[in-house]
Structure formats: structure tokens, C-alpha cells
């Protein structure tokens, strides 16, 4: 299928599956079980992977549409999604060998194991050089020791990549990614998180103490875990933009339905200027993953197109409950729910002062006279 018949189906799907439960994952904080084998069973969680290795197919311009229509329906499902193929799948296709393609990255198509990706410390968050999740280990294989943060999908997740290094004085360059499937004795989740927003999708403490690991839970190579963890970040920037995206849609949606009710001009600005922001938003999401398709550097795209979408999703939302005032501003509310998604967006998948630290730097490292 191609982008657009991606879309149709994630729409359709979205609206028959997932609107109707978008209350209730909000309300108890949980992404149903059943939820997520229909995802698996749909095809949603194999989008991008090669049929090759049991996947669907599909291009980033696939998986992007998919992902806005299943924010549209539910934000939690659809982050739930992008996690396992941006930050789990996609790196494993990309840096895995055919023995971990075999034994992880089928079932991950298939959405047999949902997967998860490891990389934030109570100390370290935007530097990863702070990392002090400890490796040690030979040729028998490794051992890790410490603790993750605010890793999504954490209880659900079958696999996860994790990054920890063998010595913090080595910096970047000490730096590794290990598979790590979640019935590894030492590994367990030491809390869930409530959050204002994306509930139901899970947000963990993660504890890794003496975690023994065969030597080919090795990603890629020893000190090669920073490259492993910036080249899955550019790509799942795109993904959760894509998310933010579907919360600004339906955020848009409903703030047409309450102007729709009123009479006279009231609202009617505010409606063009959130269609102008969702217009720009989806211009962004689309032009990097072009980018991506076309085989081009897209760190620069990811990174506008996640600070622009996650801006336009915070304030249609923020609208929106305006404009369906009181009753948009009770519990409950459709339009209350958008705005609590929406606002978790600029933080997550790296904030936007971050984004706008690696545009700057891409800026200022330019020639000059160059255009966007």
C-alpha cells in the first residue's frame, strides 16, 4: 500500500477501534491488551519493516499517516506505535545482525513483543554523555547495572534497547546498545508514572540490576551506542511529530464543531489561524519524511517538524477548550483531553529548547546564503 492507502486504513481503523475507547484508555491510564493485538493484527505495528522480515512495508510517508489517524483516535495508541517502530525496530533493522533480525525484529512486525528504547537517567537526559548505566563484560557476554527513566511502554515492552557504558570517564565513546528482552532476571519496572497528558501510554522507572546478557544482545558495536541512539531519535522525532499532528487534527475538529454551534464571528478567527498552524505543521511532518525516503540527512526537518507540530498541537488545543467553554474545560471533555496530550508533546522526544539547540547549531554551522 502506499501513503495515501495507508492513511485510509488507519482512519478507518481509528475511527472503528480506537475513538470509541479514547475516554476510557484516558481515564484508566491503559491501553487495552486486545488494543494492541489488533494493532499487531492490522499491520500497524510492522509499518516500514520489510516484508522480508515479516513487515508491511511501507515508506516514512507510510508510517507518518498512520500515525496521525491513530493520534487522532487516541494519542497513547498511536505514541505506543511510534515507540516500537521508531526507537526499537528501525534500529534493529538498521544496525542488527541476521540473528537478531530473526529472533526480535520478526516478532516486533508482527506485533508478537511490542519494543521499547532506553536511554534517559535520573542524571542524564538531553547529554547522553551522562549515562551511568554500567556495562561490563568479554567475550561470555555483558552484565548492566543502573536505572532508566521516563521510558514509554515500559511494562508492555517484550524487548527494549537499552544504552549503558562501560565507563562514564570515556564519555560518547563509552557508550553501547544492548537488546534486552524484559524477562531478563534483573531486569523489573520500579514505578509506572501518572502524567497530565498521553495517558495510557506508559511512562516507567526501569531497573537494571545484574542483568547478564549473551554477547550478541551487542547492538552494532562496542562505543557505537551514541550513533545507534542519534540516528533513532532524527527518525522517531518524525514519528512523534506525526502524533502531535493527530492531536492537532483532532483538536481542529473540534474546535470547527463549536463554532459551528454559535452564531455570528465568534471563534471564526481563531479557527483560521489553528487551520493555518495545522497546515504549516503537516507541510513540516510530510517534508521530512520525504527526506527520510529519499536516503537525505533529515536531522534538521525532524527537528523543525517536531517543534512546530508539538507548538500547533498545544495551541489548537488550548483553543479549542476556549472556544467549547465551560463544558470544555470540565473532566472529561474531548476538548480537555487534547489539551492535556497536546501539552506533553514539547517535552517528549527530546524538548524544544532541544530542538531548537540542534537547529541553531545546524544554522549557525551553515554557509551563509543558505535556504531551508
Known sequence: MDASQWRAHAREFAEREVVPRAADIDRTDRVPDDLVHRLG?????????PRDWDG?????????????????????????????????????????????????LRRLARGAIVGAFALTEPGAGS???????????????????GTKMFTSSGVTAGILLVFATRNPSLGHAGISAFLVPSETPGFSVAQRFEKLGLRGSETTE??????????DALLGSEGEGLRVALGSLTGGRVGIASCALGV??????????????????????ALARA?????????????????????????????????????????IASAGVDLAA????????????????ARVFPIVEGTTEIQELILARSLLDAEPGRKP
Open 275 to 315: 487551520f493555518a498552524e495545522l497546515s504549516a505543521a503537516r507541510a513540516l511532518v510530510e517534508r521530512a519524511a520525504e527526506r527520510k525516503d529519499a536516503g537525505d540527512s533529515f536531522v534538521e526537518e525532524a527537528s523543525v517538524a517536531k517543534l512546530v507540530a508539538s507548538r500547533a498541537a498545544v495551541s
Open 56 to 104: 508491511r512495508g511501507g515508506d516514512a510517508r507510510a508510517l507518518v499517516a498512520v500515525l496521525e489517524e491513530l493520534s487522532r483516535g487516541s494519542a497513547a495508541v498511536a505514541v505506543l506505535a511510534a515507540v516500537h517502530l521508531s526507537v526499537c525496530a528501525q534500529p534493529i533493522l538498521n544496525w542488527g545482525t541476521t540473528a537478531q533480525k530473526e529472533r526480535y
Open 41 to 49: 493484527a492490522e499491520g500497524f505495528l510492522g509499518v516500514g519493516i
Open 326 to 341: 465551560p463544558h470544555g474545560a470540565l473532566a472529561g471533555a474531548t476538548a480537555e483531553r487534547l489539551w492535556r496530550d
Open 248 to 269: 492537532a487534527q483532532a483538536a481542529f475538529e473540534e474546535m470547527r464543531r463549536s463554532v459551528a454551534r454559535r452564531d455570528g464571528d465568534v471563534g471564526r478567527a
Open 127 to 145: 547529554d547522553t554523555a551522562r549515562i551511568a548505566t554500567r556495562y561490563a563484560g568479554g567475550p561470555e557476554g555483558f552484565e548492566l547495572e
Open 206 to 215: 526501569l531497573v537494571l540490576h545484574g542483568v547478564r546478557l549473551p554477547r
